[in-house]
């Protein structure tokens, strides 16, 4: 994407940081450079980007956060091809898969492309990560790209350029 001129979005779940929520979203949206955004959309992301703004809206009514979110990156996909990715999905937080399911159902006909990575078995022991995963599979807005083991031969070509002493 970023080769090709675009925005690539790019956060990340923490195992140890599944009480901080919104967090994939915050280094998501901190990755890129922000368009020029209407008042009112920084206003309604500054729980995620306090940056934005002295004023801060609460999040009694997450609805406002989140149609900021599908703001910002129909803003981003209007200029240029846009993805968002989101790795490690199976330590999200509950909010940032709700938001998840909310940005892809909305954002389904831009042409924006949202990637994220689980490992399968600890996916299983998220139950919103879960659910989210099962409403996209079931509202055909999801892709499953399962991908096995790494062979041995395989870690040591990845390994090799940056510890070549390693034993892959």
């Known amino acids: 994407v970023e080769d090709g001129g675009g925005v690539a979005a790019f956060g990340r779940g923490f195992e140890a940081e599944l009480g901080r929520p919104y967090g994939p979203w915050m280094d998501a949206f901190r990755s890129v450079p922000l368009p020029p ?19 801060r809206v609460d999040l009694d009514d997450p609805g406002r956060l989140y149609d900021a979110v599908v703001a910002l990156v129909s803003h981003l996909a209007a200029t240029a091809r846009t993805a968002v990715l989101l790795d490690d999905l ?15 159902r909305r954002l389904a006909d831009q042409g924006v492309a949202f990637l994220a990575t689980a490992r399968s078995a600890e996916l299983e022991d998220n139950v919103a990560c879960r659910r989210v995963v099962q409403a996209l599979r079931r509202d055909d807005l999801l892709v499953d790209l399962p991908v096995g083991p790494l062979q041995a031969s395989t870690i040591a070509d990845l390994t090799r350029p940056i510890a070549p002493d390693a034993d892959a």
């Open 37 to 55: 955004l209407p008042e009112a959309v920084r206003t309604d992301l500054t729980p995620l980007l306090p940056e934005l703004g002295p004023e």
């Open 90 to 104: 199976h330590w999200v937080d509950e909010p940032s898969t709700a938001l998840l399911h909310f940005a892809v």
